[in-house]
């Protein structure tokens, strides 16, 4: 990208991006005011102008999830550690991230219990229970949430401790039902966010145990971050 003349910048007090992307890129979510720095390491305030957005990109997706038959619930910050560790590939992905609580109400816990990096575990336990035949299916249920991860390196709405996010999680009679819902919502994603996608499958390792098939959409506006930004998310089932 050519440099262009120092008068042509976008604004003076503004890094120009051909100057320095990072820095551009911090001075305009900070000049907009969209986020600040909090006193939690990795961690931002999302202020009005910037949750507006958030908002706004909330709101275009829950009324597609709902035309589509999904519902939403919520489910806990907290997950046992035992629950995420019964899915061992899962853990290994995010071993690295997990945060913990290992005290509560001035006792330590007889269980640590992890902070939610993803809901998979605690969902699909959730499920198992819900679940005793074919009639309670298909299970379509999206969770509009926060989760934390312990990144080493952040950078408001590219990469922080604690973000925003949907994750919708379904449950289905057969694996071609699985696939129908995981296509259409990947063509929901696309269509919604007007962005193109790029279709491909996520690896072994990242899926959450070796049996489930998930499909990847990788993305240039994360809708779970709520700013449009180089990005990939997945829908799975």
Aim: net charge neutral.
């Amino acid at each position: 990208m050519s440099k262009k003349p120092e008068k042509e910048s976008f604004v003076t007090e503004i890094t120009p991006r051909s100057q320095d992307f990072s820095k551009w890129y911090l001075d305009v979510v900070r000049r907009a005011e969209l986020a600040d720095y909090s006193p939690v390491k990795g961690c931002m305030v999302i202020r009005p102008y910037g949750y507006a957005i958030w908002e706004l990109i909330q709101q275009a997706f829950d009324t597609e999830f709902k035309r589509t038959g999904h519902v939403n619930a919520y489910f806990p910050l907290f997950i046992p550690e035992s629950l995420l560790n019964k899915e061992a590939e899962h853990v290994e992905g995010f071993a690295p991230q997990v945060a913990y609580v290992t005290h509560g109400g001035g006792e330590e816990l007889e269980e640590k219990l992890v902070i939610r990096p993803t809901s998979e575990a605690i969902i699909g336990t959730m499920y198992a229970r819900w679940v005793q035949s074919w009639r309670d299916l298909p299970i379509l249920i999206n969770q509009w949430a926060n989760v934390v991860r312990w990144e080493k390196v952040t950078r408001p709405f590219l990469r922080t401790t604690e973000f925003l996010w949907q994750e919708g999680h379904t449950a289905h009679e057969t694996h071609d039902e699985a696939q129908a819902e995981t296509l259409m919502i990947l063509d929901l994603y696309a269509d919604t966010a007007a962005r193109p996608t790029i279709l491909g499958r996520t690896s072994r390792k990242r899926s959450t145990s070796p049996s489930r098939r998930a499909t990847r959409a990788c993305n240039t506006c994360g809708a779970h971050r709520g700013a449009c930004r180089p990005a990939s998310w997945a829908a799975s089932s």
